[in-house]
C-alpha cells in the first residue's frame, strides 16, 4: 500500500499498458454480446472460454468460439457479424476502477506511457475516445495490426520501447492477461500483472508482481513518483449503492469469527459487483428501522473459505442485541482499505477484521466520508 514504504524493486522510466482488461472493463461488454449472438446457433455462453481468449487477437478468439460452440460458421464470417455489434458497444465500456487515477498520475509526472494492444489500432482509437484524456495521455499507441505476430511474442512491446525511446529493461509493462505477461517477460521488460478473471493468480508466476486491481498499484516499487492519495490508510472511491434485505449468510459471522455480519443477496447485483475490485471497503449503512452506522465490508471470494461466488459481507459497527433478517440494508461505500487476502489462521483472519474495523472506525470520521452519511439512498425512514 502507498502509505508504507515499500523496498523497491527496479528503477524504470516508462510504463507500458495493455487496453482490454486492464484499463477497460471490456469482459462485460464482451459477455453481453455474445450472450446475445450465440442464440441464433441455438447456443449459450457461458463464460467457459473467457480464460482461453483473454490476451488474444480478435481472430485467435473469434477461432477459440467458433471452435469450442461448433459454430457452424467460418470464423472470418463470424468476425464480420460480430465487429460492429462491438463498435456500437465502446461508448458503453467503463474504465475498471483505478484505470483513471493511474492515468492521471503518470500523465501529472510527465512519465512516458505507452499503449500496446492486440486490438487493431483503429478499435483502439475509437475505445479511448469515449475517455477523457486518455488520447493525449500516450505518446504511442500500437495495435496489433501494427506488428508482425502479437502478443505473447514480444515484438508490441519492443516496438513500443522503441518508439518511447526508452530501452526495454528501463520499462514497466502492466497486464491482465497471461500472453500479455508473456509478452513483456519475454521483451526484457518489468511486468506487473493485475489478474482480470477470479482466481487465476497461479498463472502469472512469471510476472515480477501479482496484484488484484489497479488500486493496489505502488508506483514508487519501480521508482515511480507515489500516489499522495491516500488518507490514515484508506484511498477514497466514487461512492456506489448496493441493498437489500438482510439474509442468512454462511453462518461463520458470529458463531466463528465473533463478527456479525450482515449479508446481503447478490442476486440482480452480480454485474455491480463484477465492476470493483474484491477488497476490503466501507462507508455507511441504513437499516430501514434503526437508522445510520459505520460499516466496513469485504467484497470477493474470500480466500480463506474460498467462496465460489463473490459476495458482499458488510459489519456493522455497531453493538445490536437482535438479529435483523428480513430488513431492507442499503450501504454507500466511500473508500478502500486493502486487497483480498489469505491467512494462515483464523486468529490473524479475526485479528485483521478488528484492525479493518478500527481504520473504517477512524477514516469515517473524516469530514471526506462523514459527509456521505446523509446520501439520500440512506434515507428509507
Same mark, same amino acid.
Given at each position: 500500500?502507498?502509505?508504507?514504504?515499500?523496498?523497491?524493486?527496479?528503477?524504470?522510466?516508462?510504463?507500458?499498458?495493455?487496453?482490454?482488461?486492464?484499463?477497460?472493463?471490456?469482459?462485460?461488454?464482451?459477455?453481453?454480446?455474445?450472450?446475445?449472438?450465440?442464440?441464433?446457433?441455438?447456443?449459450?455462453?457461458?463464460?467457459?472460454?473467457?480464460?482461453?481468449?483473454?490476451?488474444?487477437?480478435?481472430?485467435?478468439?473469434?477461432?477459440?468460439?467458433?471452435?469450442?460452440?461448433?459454430?457452424?460458421?467460418?470464423?472470418?464470417?463470424?468476425?464480420?457479424?460480430?465487429?460492429?455489434?462491438?463498435?456500437?458497444?465502446?461508448?458503453?465500456?467503463?474504465?475498471?476502477?483505478?484505470?483513471?487515477?493511474?492515468?492521471?498520475?503518470?500523465?501529472?509526472?510527465?512519465?512516458?506511457?505507452?499503449?500496446?494492444?492486440?486490438?487493431?489500432?483503429?478499435?483502439?482509437?475509437?475505445?479511448?475516445?469515449?475517455?477523457?484524456?486518455?488520447?493525449?495521455?500516450?505518446?504511442?499507441?500500437?495495435?496489433?495490426?501494427?506488428?508482425? +505476430? &502479437?502478443? !505473447?511474442?514480444?515484438?508490441? %512491446?519492443?516496438?513500443?520501447?522503441?518508439? /518511447?525511446? #526508452?530501452?526495454?529493461? =528501463? *520499462?514497466?509493462?502492466?497486464?491482465?492477461?497471461?500472453?500479455?505477461?508473456?509478452?513483456?517477460?519475454?521483451?526484457?521488460?518489468?511486468?506487473?500483472?493485475?489478474?482480470?478473471?477470479?482466481?487465476?493468480?497461479?498463472?502469472?508466476?512469471?510476472?515480477?508482481?501479482?496484484?488484484?486491481?489497479?488500486?493496489?498499484?505502488?508506483?514508487?516499487?519501480?521508482?515511480?513518483?507515489?500516489?499522495?492519495?491516500?488518507?490514515?490508510?484508506?484511498?477514497?472511491?466514487?461512492?456506489?449503492? +448496493? &441493498?437489500? !434485505?438482510?439474509?442468512?449468510? %454462511?453462518?461463520?459471522?458470529?458463531?466463528? /469469527?465473533? #463478527?456479525?455480519?450482515? =449479508? *446481503?443477496?447478490?442476486?440482480?447485483?452480480?454485474?455491480?459487483?463484477?465492476?470493483?475490485?474484491?477488497?476490503?471497503?466501507?462507508?455507511?449503512?441504513?437499516?430501514?428501522?434503526?437508522?445510520?452506522?459505520?460499516?466496513?465490508?469485504?467484497?470477493?471470494?474470500?480466500?480463506?473459505?474460498?467462496?465460489?461466488?463473490?459476495?458482499?459481507?458488510?459489519?456493522?459497527?455497531?453493538?445490536?442485541?437482535?438479529?435483523?433478517?428480513?430488513?431492507?440494508?442499503?450501504?454507500?461505500?466511500?473508500?478502500?482499505?486493502?486487497?483480498?487476502?489469505? %491467512?494462515?489462521?483464523?486468529?490473524?483472519?479475526?485479528?485483521?477484521?478488528?484492525?479493518?474495523?478500527?481504520?473504517?472506525?477512524?477514516?469515517?470520521?473524516?469530514?471526506?466520508?462523514?459527509?456521505?452519511?446523509?446520501?439520500?439512498?440512506?434515507?428509507?425512514?
Amino acid at each position: 500500500m502507498s502509505t508504507t514504504a515499500q523496498p523497491l524493486k527496479k528503477l524504470v522510466s516508462g510504463v507500458i499498458l495493455n487496453l482490454d482488461g486492464t484499463l477497460l472493463n471490456t469482459d462485460g461488454i464482451l459477455s453481453e454480446i455474445l450472450k446475445v449472438f450465440l442464440v441464433k446457433y441455438g447456443k449459450q455462453w457461458d463464460g467457459r472460454e473467457a480464460l482461453k481468449i483473454a490476451g488474444k487477437t480478435p481472430f485467435e478468439s473469434a477461432a477459440v468460439i467458433v471452435e469450442d460452440y461448433e459454430l457452424p460458421c467460418a470464423t472470418e464470417e463470424f468476425v464480420s457479424e460480430i465487429t460492429p455489434m462491438f463498435s456500437n458497444q465502446w461508448c458503453k465500456i467503463k474504465a475498471l476502477p483505478g484505470a483513471d487515477r493511474l492515468i492521471k498520475h503518470l500523465r501529472h509526472h510527465e512519465v512516458p506511457m505507452a499503449l500496446a494492444s492486440n486490438s487493431p489500432k483503429e478499435n483502439i482509437e475509437a475505445k479511448i475516445s469515449y475517455h477523457e484524456g486518455w488520447k493525449e495521455t500516450f505518446s504511442v499507441v500500437i495495435g496489433g495490426d501494427e506488428v508482425r +505476430i &502479437g502478443k !505473447p511474442s514480444p515484438e508490441i %512491446f519492443l516496438e513500443a520501447a522503441n518508439r /518511447l525511446k #526508452v530501452e526495454p529493461p =528501463n *520499462l514497466l509493462v502492466i497486464e491482465d492477461s497471461v500472453p500479455g505477461v508473456t509478452a513483456g517477460k519475454a521483451a526484457g521488460m518489468e511486468v506487473v500483472a493485475v489478474p482480470s478473471l477470479p482466481k487465476q493468480t497461479h498463472l502469472y508466476t512469471s510476472a515480477d508482481e501479482v496484484i488484484n486491481s489497479l488500486l493496489d498499484l505502488g508506483p514508487e516499487k519501480w521508482g515511480l513518483p507515489p500516489f499522495q492519495d491516500w488518507i490514515e490508510r484508506t484511498l477514497p472511491v466514487e461512492p456506489w449503492h +448496493i &441493498g437489500g !434485505p438482510v439474509i442468512k449468510g %454462511f453462518g461463520r459471522g458470529s458463531k466463528l /469469527l465473533g #463478527v456479525p455480519t450482515a =449479508n *446481503l443477496s447478490t442476486e440482480g447485483y452480480s454485474d455491480l459487483l463484477s465492476e470493483h475490485p474484491s477488497g476490503v471497503y466501507f462507508g455507511w449503512a441504513g437499516l430501514s428501522a434503526r437508522g445510520v452506522y459505520k460499516m466496513v465490508t469485504s467484497i470477493g471470494w474470500n480466500p480463506y473459505f474460498d467462496n465460489k461466488e463473490k459476495t458482499i459481507e458488510p459489519w456493522l459497527l455497531h453493538k445490536f442485541d437482535e438479529n435483523f433478517y428480513g430488513e431492507e440494508l442499503r450501504l454507500v461505500i466511500v473508500g478502500y482499505i486493502q486487497a483480498e487476502a489469505n %491467512f494462515p489462521s483464523l486468529e490473524s483472519l479475526i485479528a485483521k477484521i478488528h484492525e479493518d474495523g478500527d481504520v473504517a472506525e477512524r477514516a469515517l470520521g473524516l469530514p471526506l466520508y462523514a459527509k456521505h452519511r446523509d446520501d439520500l439512498y440512506l434515507k428509507m425512514y
